[in-house]
């Protein structure tokens, strides 16, 4: 074949990869500037997408309907598609550096205590890194540090010229309090120590570079919590609730906290929801149900997805190990992965150029 029928063919499939749209930005591939790489030779197309996060749940839709809009062109041979991502960044904010080589940030918090926000952050960190991102935890609860047991790790940091250097657990470097005070003894801070520490953990330690650092966040939204969502450039807060009625006034003072600080809300997400007995099948709601849907559509954010209440969730919380990990295979793991899937598109949206369009019910 020579060589114009392959700039023929090449023009051909940039055109047809101008009509084929990406569902969350409903822009065609082209005009997003996703498309790179383009080489014809001999009628084998090769090109390669770039998706905006390594975690993007239209990752297998995208190329399908690569494929698809390319069927019909004459003359080709063979489509070789490489997917790979450049995750977009929330930069810095309002005066508020950014963190060296983390490129969003991601608060998971709750208008109350107890409502499994640290279950959840873990989790979803662990999500996010097999769906193929670069994910760290901070746990900045610093009354009640309680990630590194979850992740089941020994380690401490290690301080070398004034950088700390977190230990990993799962491929995820963890910095909490509970590297700095031994077990059991009682932490009380004061406003200016726990600036001063939070402070540190932003700017001194070597995080690497990371798609995502969720940040485990104190229950609750009281000046503690505020000083630290601004003292974190966020790119978007999590409401972790569970479904009962008073859900709602508790995700309304989370989100309000939030506003307060101009932090955008990436959404709510259901915990707790129904127990599925695994003796008789039976489906409890024991906190009640529908109570994080809700409290969305009320607030007008979107509904990321429900976690059910389980006995291995809790075990695995409890071991170091987390479902994700124990269990890869289980429904709960799933529920993660769609969440941490939803998540992602989120910020690739918040983060864009290219205008959100209406965000509702992505469970
Ligand atoms: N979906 C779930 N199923 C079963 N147990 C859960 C679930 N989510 C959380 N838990 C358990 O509930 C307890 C509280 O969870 P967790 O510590 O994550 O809450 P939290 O909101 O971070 O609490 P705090 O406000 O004290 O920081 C833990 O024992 C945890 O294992
Ligand atoms: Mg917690």
């Known amino acids: 074949m020579n060589q114009e029928k392959d700039q023929e063919i090449g023009q051909a499939v940039m055109k047809a990869l101008g009509r084929v749209i990406e569902p969350d930005f409903k822009k065609d591939l082209v005009t997003l500037k996703m498309i790179e790489n383009l080489g014809v030779k001999d009628g084998h197309v090769t090109f390669t997408v770039i998706l905006t996060t390594p975690a993007c749940p239209l990752k297998e839709e995208i190329k399908k309907a ?142 690497g570079e990371l798609d995502y650092l969720v940040v485990d966040m104190p229950p609750g939204t009281g000046d503690a919590q505020l000083s630290l969502a601004q003292l974190v450039p966020v790119t978007g807060a999590i409401i972790v609730t569970t479904p009962q009625e008073v859900a709602l006034s508790d995700s309304r003072r989370g989100l309000a906290m939030f506003q307060k600080v101009n932090v955008p809300i990436l959404g709510i997400v259901e915990n707790m929801s129904s127990f599925h007995c695994p003796h008789c099948n039976h489906e409890t709601p024991i906190f009640s149900q529908g109570g994080g849907e809700k409290a969305a559509a009320e607030l007008k954010v979107p509904f990321l997805g429900r976690i059910p209440i389980d006995l291995s969730i809790r075990q695995a919380g409890d071991e170091g190990r987390p479902i994700g990990i124990a269990q890869p295979d289980s429904p709960l793991t799933a529920a993660y992965l769609k969440i941490a899937g939803n998540i992602a598109s989120r910020i690739s949206i918040l983060n864009s150029e290219f205008q959100p369009i209406t965000l509702g019910n992505l469970a």
């Open 66 to 207: 690569c494929m698809e809009a390319l069927a019909p062109i004459e003359g080709i041979r063979s489509v070789d598609i490489q997917m790979t991502a450049r995750t977009t960044g929330g930069g810095a904010k309002e005066g508020k550096a950014e963190i060296e080589g983390v490129r969003n940030v991601i608060a998971v918090s709750s208008g109350k205590g107890g409502v499994g926000k640290s279950t959840t952050a873990v989790n979803l960190a662990i999500a996010l890194t097999e769906l193929g991102a670069k994910v760290g935890i901070l746990d900045s609860d610093v009354y009640g540090p309680n990630i590194p047991m979850m992740l089941g790790i020994k380690g401490l940091p290690k301080q070398v010229n004034n950088r700390w250097f977190p230990p990993k657990a799962y491929e995820i470097p963890v910095m909490s309090m509970a590297f700095m005070a031994p077990p059991g003894a009682p932490l009380i801070w004061r406003g200016p120590m726990l600036h001063g520490i939070i402070t540190q953990f932003v700017r001194d330690v070597e995080w």
